[in-house]
């Protein structure tokens, strides 16, 4: 295989991989392309509230479990003077609060940060008991009891088709006020709760169903108690009902707390406990969401990435990457432009000094430095001395130079003009000895073109540097270093006449 052929295939395999990565850590990771992306976060609090009696204390709250449309990012435990632990308990989760002594009213807070899918409700999956325990309604006083209910649960199968639909019918029917037999059966279970006789009615036919708390995520809602809606088993899959209005499906916004008929909240040594919930909702960069979102084989993937670093080094690193996509700029503008600048990569060194400085007064100052260095370049080239020897004069003449523009701009109130010492003055020396030479031996316009495109390309290099969307891409995406490599490595091969030569020899070409 030839060497250019070899170019051109490593080059495009750089593409390939850089660009697949980044697609990677976009669609799987979940990591935003631009910087502007922002999504929801809400975060919940739980507080509970009792009075203790003055002995022993323990508190057991139910926590959410993970969820296919809900990713909790954050929990937080407030406890002033308790003990804490989370248990797991018959596959439930549940924070428990102790004291040895505790009196008068307490107060536990319970946060949590959560991020909804959008366009993803998958099912709940099924994980809990379809056994049914029908109530016990034996003996003459529930006959009457027993009667209603056959009659109510022979109503509803007549007008429906399948469990879910009998499901519906059945809800809708025990909430009708004009539906005789669903009075009496409230008038007869009045020390139940309505949702308590909902669940022994579907217990009564024979159809698994539980209880499922929850809170519907709404903006800057403070002191809601838990709503209570009806999940049942059809045979294949969990579906939720509203138990009022018996409508099908899961709420919008609305965050599953915990699934089963276990209490949501215990309170031992304490009485009149209740739990209330508040929500708030955040716009927070897409990034953070990622970054807190990943765990197993992501989170391994990020402890080798930039993002593990501490966060000083992140900050330069942040600026460093930015410098290959001035080092393909100058490649560009020289190999495919005919740019020609004073040494290879100084536009780079005099783009990052124009991103500490600003653009206007960086090329002020760059300016001045290069022409009084000039100046002085040429009186000591009539003393005849070593190369270094010179090359060391200009530098302490340079540094001179910026201490001087440092305190006249103090002194003045120009405060641009005081991150002159971000400038590479090895750099502007050896600059400026390159410049005098090329005086000498070119002519003044040489030296005028140089300096020209160097300050052009340095323009060209700032923008991009201080552009945020390459920012974003660079420091999120560091993978595109393959891609530049990649795209360079093809550049290099370059052998194609350049723009400025087009320009030149334009009119032999129209000969």
């Known amino acids: 295989m030839s060497p250019r052929a070899q170019v051109y295939l490593l080059g495009f395999m750089l593409l390939l991989l850089g660009f697949g990565l980044v697609a990677y850590k976009s669609k ?17 609090e739980a507080k509970v509230e009792f009075q203790a009696k003055g002995s022993e204390v323990k508190v057991s709250l139910a926590l959410p479990k993970a969820q296919t449309n809900m990713d909790v990012l954050d929990e937080t435990f407030s406890s002033s003077g308790y003990g804490f632990t989370v248990e797991n308990i018959n596959g439930h989760n549940r924070a428990i609060w102790s004291k040895r002594h505790a009196e008068g009213k307490q107060t536990l807070y319970y946060k949590l940060d959560v991020h909804q899918h959008q366009n993803h409700r998958a099912p709940l999956p099924v994980e809990l008991s379809t056994e049914v325990k029908r109530p016990d309604w034996g ?30 019918q059945l809800l809708k029917a025990l909430n009708d006020p004009q539906n005789k037999d669903a009075r009496l059966i409230r008038n007869i279970l009045k020390d139940r709760s309505q949702m308590q006789t909902a669940l022994e009615l579907l217990a009564w036919a024979d159809i698994p169903a539980h209880m499922l708390r929850g809170i519907y ?25 509203e138990p009022k209005t018996g409508s099908k499906g899961l709420p919008k916004n609305f965050l599953v707390w915990q699934r089963g008929d276990k209490s949501l909240i215990d309170v031992e040594g304490g009485t009149r406990s209740r739990v209330r919930f508040s929500t708030l909702e955040n716009n927070v960069p897409k990034r953070h969401i990622a970054l807190k979102q990943m765990g197993g084989e992501q989170a391994a993937l990020m402890d080798y990435s930039i993002y593990s670093l501490p966060i000083e080094q992140q900050s330069v690193f942040k600026f460093i990457l930015l410098m290959p996509v001035g080092a393909l700029i100058v490649i560009f ?42 100046w002085v370049r040429s009186y000591l080239s009539r003393l005849d001395l070593l190369l270094v020897s010179r090359i060391a004069a200009v530098v302490v003449i340079v540094v001179g130079m910026m201490a001087m523009i440092s305190i006249v701009s103090y002194k003045l109130g120009i405060e641009q003009a005081l991150t002159v010492t971000f400038f590479p003055m090895i750099v502007i020396a050896w600059t400026i000895e390159h410049m005098s030479i090329l005086w000498e031996d070119d002519g003044p316009v040489e030296v005028l073109i140089q300096t020209t495109g160097s300050l052009l390309v340095a323009i060209f290099c700032y923008i991009a540097m201080t552009n945020r969307y390459i920012e974003h891409w660079m420091f999120n995406f560091p993978e595109l270093l393959l891609v530049l490599l990649g795209t360079i490595i093809i550049l290099g091969h370059y052998t194609g006449y350049r723009v400025s030569e087009l320009i030149r020899f334009r009119h032999m070409g129209q000969q």
């Open 28 to 44: 799987a990771l979940g990591l935003p392309i631009t910087p502007s992306a922002y999504q929801t976060v809400w975060t919940i």
């Open 139 to 168: 003996g003459s006083r529930y006959e009457s009891l027993r009667v209603v209910t056959a009659s109510i649960i022979e109503q509803s199968r007549a007008t429906s088709a399948d469990r879910e639909t009998f499901v519906a």
């Open 217 to 241: 995520l709404k903006e800057d809602r403070s002191r809601m108690a838990a709503v209570e809606l009806v999940e049942i088993y059809d045979g294949e899959h969990w579906l939720v009902f």
């Open 333 to 374: 503008t020289r190999v495919v432009l005919g740019v020609r600048t004073a040494g290879t990569f100084m536009p780079i060194l005099l783009a990052i000094a124009f991103v500490q400085t600003s653009l206007l007064s960086g090329v002020l100052i760059f300016l001045l430095i290069l022409a009084v260095g000039l």
